[in-house]
């Protein structure tokens, strides 16, 4: 499958599950809930990197393009309609992360729904959330497709990082701002533009990237096993301790 069908399909899937949203509003609020509290989550578990001069736009980078409760239906939209031109006007290196952003972001979509259908069903206190998000995760499961979607968030980090390197490649994207905005790619080039200027500020320190996106690994996947694996009082103690964090 070529680059332009697979990012429609892909956008195709998230629009399905948008429609569905809206047909069920009480779903529509439960995943609202769900995104809401994973992007303050992110800034608990994440407040010393958001703090320090070297890690904290990168930081902000994942928090707004991957982890963020924000409306992406504008970007979608963009994506969808012009997936076949994107093939024309971009070197394949920046179609490779195009792709990568909108497998990574279906995957996504699809999980959060999952989640709230979960957090529909439980029975304890509305006002609860860390409980909640915790029971709802371990109904959901689906532990190799949350494995899955921390490889893709780090794997988009390192295309980043590499297209930084790539000669000519800034001067290029800054010629292409207008053709883009015109051609209705503006939320796309937006995206790689400040892809490209985060992760080439942070490639200029050494092994910054590399330690950045190992950080994410680490606190990422502690979360997962304690989500899966950990006794739920204890749980549900440290995902408020990180949630309070963000504060």
Same mark, same amino acid.
């Given at each position: 499958?070529? %680059?332009?069908?697979?990012?429609?399909?892909?956008?195709?899937?998230?629009?399905?599950?948008?429609?569905?949203?809206?047909?069920? &509003? %009480?779903?529509?609020?439960?995943?609202?809930? +769900?995104?809401?509290?994973?992007?303050?989550?992110?800034?608990?578990?994440?407040?010393?990197?958001?703090?320090s001069p070297t890690f904290g736009p990168a930081a902000r980078f994942f928090l707004e393009e991957l982890y963020s409760d924000s409306d992406y239906t504008d970007r979608d939209q963009q994506f969808g309609r012009i997936a076949g031109t994107l093939q024309t006007m971009f070197p394949q290196p920046v179609v490779n992360t195009a792709v990568a952003l909108a497998v990574l972001h279906a995957q996504t979509e699809a999980l959060?729904?999952?989640?709230?259908? %979960?957090?529909?069903?439980?029975?304890?206190?509305p006002d609860d959330a860390a409980a909640c998000y915790a029971a709802s995760w371990r109904t959901v499961g689906q532990r190799h497709a949350r494995q899955q979607q921390?490889?893709? +968030?780090?794997?988009m980090g390192t295309d980043?990082?590499?297209?930084?390197?790539? &000669?000519?490649?800034?001067?290029?994207?800054?010629?292409m701002r207008g053709p883009a905005n015109a051609a209705g790619m503006g939320a796309l080039q937006?995206?790689?533009?400040?892809?490209?200027?985060?992760?080439?500020?942070?490639?200029?320190?050494?092994?910054?990237?590399?330690?950045?996106?190992?950080?994410?690994?680490?606190?990422?996947?502690a979360l997962m096993d304690l989500l899966f694996d950990a006794d739920p009082v204890a749980c549900g103690t440290q995902l408020v301790r990180t949630l309070g964090q963000a504060r």
């Open positions: 499958m070529d %680059a332009a069908q697979t990012i429609r399909d892909c956008i195709a899937d998230v629009t399905a599950l948008r429609l569905h949203r809206t047909g069920d &509003p %009480a779903l529509g609020a439960a995943v609202g809930r +769900v995104k809401a509290l994973q992007a303050q989550r992110f800034r608990g578990t994440y407040a010393d990197l958001m703090a959060d729904q999952d989640m709230g259908r %979960a957090w529909r069903l439980q029975a304890g206190s921390l490889q893709r +968030v780090l794997a980043l990082a590499r297209l930084t390197r790539t &000669p000519g490649l800034r001067m290029m994207l800054r010629m937006k995206f790689l533009e400040a892809g490209f200027d985060t992760f080439g500020q942070l490639a200029r320190q050494r092994g910054g990237v590399e330690e950045f996106l190992a950080t994410i690994e680490a606190r990422e996947q």
